[in-house]
């Protein structure tokens, strides 16, 4: 059975649903960069493995990032996910985990890389929104798709009540896109991922 380590940095909630998924997978350990990440205490009671990492005690953002590749490496995992991590990685560390390394984006990325998503969504007046897994590459948010989750945007919609439809979708999508790597289904040509076998949605679109 495959193993995932997976990063969070606070609530943890995408980190639960992948837990929850019941998935063909084994998840070796959840790291922090932050001591107080609500999620850990989850992750402890459900007995994984749990580990810190506080960003702030360390020199330079490349030691970082190798202690934090050390601390993964004693997992051996066969995947790391990026559940909520709210720590941009240096380009060693993504080459290091070419292939293996994914992550959740509250945006229909391209649109809208970095902080905020759903109020610059809000912002710019946008009818669609949702979120996206993708593999990490050296280019903050952004790598090949796994899966999308496409929600509207409706009439008297703030940033939390956006959120919140959002979220019950990246709790959909994510479990999902474990499920298919640790199954070894999905292939990367030219920069675009696909999912082998049966037929597989990679896109979800809820009007709820
Ligand atoms: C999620 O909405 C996730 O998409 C977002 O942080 C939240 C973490 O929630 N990630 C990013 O913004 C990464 N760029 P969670 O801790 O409850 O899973």
Redesign the pocket.
């Known amino acids: 059975m495959k193993s995932a380590v997976i990063l969070?940095?606070?609530?943890?909630?995408?980190?639960?649903?992948i837990v929850e998924a019941g998935l063909p997978a084994r998840i070796a350990a959840v790291v922090s960069n932050r001591p107080d990440a609500a999620?850990l205490a989850y992750a402890a009671e459900r007995g994984i493995a749990t580990a810190v990492l506080d960003h702030g005690g360390f020199p330079s953002r490349e030691a970082f990032d190798e202690a934090l590749a050390r601390r993964i490496d004693e997992y051996a995992p066969d995947l790391v996910v990026?559940?909520?991590?709210?720590r941009i990685l240096g380009d060693g560390f993504v080459r290091r985990y070419d292939g293996r390394l994914i992550?959740?984006?509250?945006s229909l990325l391209p649109a809208f890389p970095?902080?905020h998503?759903h109020r610059r969504a809000l912002e710019q007046g946008v009818k669609i929104h949702g979120?996206t897994v993708h593999f990490v590459t050296g280019q903050l948010?952004h790598g090949p798709v796994v899966i999308q989750a496409a929600v509207p945007v409706l009439p008297g919609d703030d940033e939390d009540s956006l959120?919140e439809r959002?979220?019950r979708q990246?709790h959909r999508i994510y479990p999902l896109a474990v499920r298919w790597f640790v199954e070894d289904r999905l292939v990367i040509e030219n920069g675009v991922v696909r999912v082998q076998g049966e037929k597989a949605s990679q896109w979800v679109f809820d009007a709820q």
Request: proline residues 3%; glycine residues 18%; hydrophobic residues 40%.
């Open positions: 969070i940095s606070g609530r943890g909630s995408n980190m639960r649903a999620g990026l559940a909520g991590f709210m992550n959740i984006h509250p970095g902080l998503t979120c948010d959120a959002v979220l990246e």
